[in-house]
């Protein structure tokens, strides 16, 4: 079983930076796959970012909307994943929520509680 746990949200304003953190224990081994998404208030959850690996290199993805604002990134020796938040904007307010997919993981993956980003002025 694996277990997320994120940390790092709270009260931007526009144009600040934040940077979220998503640990994982219990069966890491084989996680090949993490990510971040966010659910605005009323509205569905969407993947932010992904990363890919298990191979030499990694492989990451992202929403159209972040492209250029947000870097997913991973430290191996740590077991996290950090999601760096730059010039944020206040359509980026939403509950974020970690995902990891491995070997030992739900089909949909094995999700943290989220952590609230809300960027006001």
């Known amino acids: 079983q694996v277990q997320v746990v994120e940390s790092g949200g709270g009260l931007v304003q526009p144009g600040e930076s934040l940077r979220l953190s998503c640990t994982a224990s219990?069966?890491?081994?084989?996680?090949?796959?993490m990510a971040w998404f966010r659910q605005p208030p009323g509205k569905e959850r969407e993947l932010v970012a992904g990363i890919a690996f298990g191979g030499s290199t990694n492989s990451v993805d992202y929403a159209d909307s972040v492209k250029g604002r947000f870097t997913i990134s991973r430290d191996p020796a740590k077991n996290t994943v950090h999601l760096q938040m730059n010039s944020v904007k206040p359509e980026d307010t939403a509950v974020y929520y970690c995902?990891?997919?491995?070997?030992?993981?739900?089909?949909?993956?094995?999700w943290g509680q989220g952590t609230q980003v809300t960027v006001s002025s």
């Open positions: 995902n990891a997919i491995g070997r030992y993981t739900p089909p949909d993956g094995a």
């Open positions: 219990g069966n890491i081994f084989d996680i090949y796959f």
